[in-house]
């Protein structure tokens, strides 16, 4: 009964807040009006990255990359409700759990919270499925200067099993703000295929050096 009510005080004040880009129309899809939410640089197709098919919301470009910028480094959590519906409006694979990237505990000091397990939280609620963070991440090192082969084993040393994590599934949903070489994403699926996981997805909210293209599924 406390969720309902929630929901509807929710609605409710949305329904009289102003659009969170333009600032001018009301609020209509996700804290944005319906105008602008058509208008983000929607990409909704398959990238590949280390052999690796990511779906992949958006373009990184205005207003995506502003957005995601200062929803992840300057604490503007008004945004998660938009990429969390980013995320959830793509045709997600069925899956047990979703999997936020883990960020390093430096990282988590630095901002005060992982950015993609707030979205995940969101997806979770409105999936009915858990989140699940069997992995954790050990300090974050530049990539700068390294080959293709080193980064890979850079960022695969970083991601560390939970052996006490005694949840198990099969198939699960990898979620990631943005794919840049696919690096980090492989190092998860490595670790996921460790601990038995069959069927491993990956869903980003955007992606650079994609060819442009309209999606039809705004």
Same mark, same amino acid.
């Given at each position: 009964?406390? %969720?309902?009510?929630?929901?509807?005080?929710?609605?409710?004040?949305? =329904?009289? =807040?102003? +659009?969170?880009?333009?600032?001018?129309?009301?609020?209509?899809? *996700?804290?944005? !009006?319906?105008? !602008?939410?058509?208008?983000?640089?929607?990409?909704?197709?398959?990238?590949?990255?280390?052999? *690796?098919?990511?779906? !992949?919301?958006?373009? #990184?470009?205005? @207003?995506?990359?502003?957005?995601?910028?200062?929803?992840? #480094?300057?604490?503007?959590?008004?945004?998660?409700?938009?990429?969390? *519906? %980013?995320?959830? =409006?793509?045709?997600?694979?069925?899956?047990?759990?979703?999997? @936020?990237?883990?960020?390093?505990?430096?990282?988590?000091?630095? /901002?005060?919270?992982?950015?993609?397990?707030?979205?995940?939280?969101?997806?979770? &609620?409105?999936?009915?499925?858990?989140?699940?963070?069997?992995?954790?991440? $050990? $300090?974050?090192?530049?990539?700068?200067?390294?080959?293709?082969?080193?980064?890979?084993?850079?960022?695969?040393?970083?991601?560390?099993?939970?052996?006490?994590?005694? /949840?198990? #599934?099969?198939?699960?949903?990898?979620?990631?703000?943005?794919?840049?070489?696919?690096? %980090?994403?492989? $190092?998860?699926?490595?670790?996921?295929? *460790?601990?038995? +996981?069959?069927?491993? #997805? &990956?869903? +980003?909210?955007?992606?650079?050096?994609?060819?442009?293209?309209?999606? %039809?599924?705004?």
């Amino acid at each position: 009964m406390l %969720s309902f009510i929630n929901q509807l005080l929710h609605k409710g004040i949305q =329904s009289i =807040s102003p +659009c969170l880009l333009c600032g001018i129309d009301r609020q209509q899809q *996700h804290s944005l !009006c319906s105008a !602008c939410w058509q208008q983000l640089p929607w990409y909704k197709q398959h990238i590949q990255r280390h052999e *690796h098919n990511i779906l !992949c919301a958006h373009h #990184y470009d205005f @207003p995506i990359n502003h957005i995601i910028q200062t929803y992840k #480094y300057e604490q503007q959590l008004q945004y998660q409700n938009l990429l969390a *519906h %980013s995320l959830l =409006s793509l045709r997600l694979s069925k899956v047990q759990a979703i999997v @936020p990237m883990p960020i390093s505990t430096e990282r988590l000091k630095e /901002r005060g919270y992982n950015q993609m397990l707030i979205i995940a939280k969101i997806m979770a &609620t409105e999936l009915k499925i858990p989140v699940w963070q069997p992995v954790i991440r $050990a $300090a974050q090192h530049s990539q700068k200067g390294l080959s293709r082969l080193e980064r890979l084993e850079n960022i695969e040393d970083q991601f560390q099993i939970i052996q006490a994590e005694k /949840r198990k #599934y099969k198939k699960a949903l990898i979620i990631d703000d943005v794919v840049t070489t696919g690096s %980090s994403i492989h $190092a998860l699926h490595q670790a996921l295929q *460790h601990l038995g +996981c069959q069927q491993i #997805y &990956t869903a +980003c909210i955007a992606a650079g050096g994609i060819k442009s293209q309209i999606s %039809s599924e705004n």
